[in-house]
């Protein structure tokens, strides 16, 4: 399955599906300025609901993270997703994921 191409104006969202550091105070002004690069590009960008919650609550909740990458594929305003950070913690969230709405959504995907 191939996504649409992304136009400007689409919608990004943004995950943190392996940690939440991009939420924590040390680590913000890069998401932001990263968020700033996207919308210069003429993207809107959108945080997903948990994803800056910080580094603790997302550790301790692998299904909100996983929400999260739920919710951006079900969201049909989403043209693609981009996660925050990559990390080898993203395996907790794989119990909590529906693989048939994700492939009945198909969405570009960084990660």
């Not at 939420?23 to 990263?34: A, F, I, M």
């Not at 948990?50 to 301790?60: A, E, H, N, P, V």
């Amino acid at each position: 399955m191939k996504p649409k191409k992304l136009q400007k104006g689409d919608m990004i969202a943004t995950i943190s599906p392996s940690w939440g550091c991009a939420g924590s105070n040390r680590v913000r002004w890069k998401y932001e300025l990263g968020k700033q690069r996207l919308e210069e590009l003429g993207l809107r960008v959108v945080d997903a609901p948990y994803s800056m919650k910080g580094t603790m609550y997302l550790q301790d909740h692998p299904e909100k993270r996983a929400a999260d990458v739920m919710w951006a594929f079900e969201n049909p305003e989403v043209k693609g997703i981009i996660c925050n950070i990559g990390g080898n913690d993203s395996h907790r969230i794989l119990p909590y994921l529906d693989g048939e709405t994700i492939r009945r959504n198909p969405k570009v995907f960084c990660g």
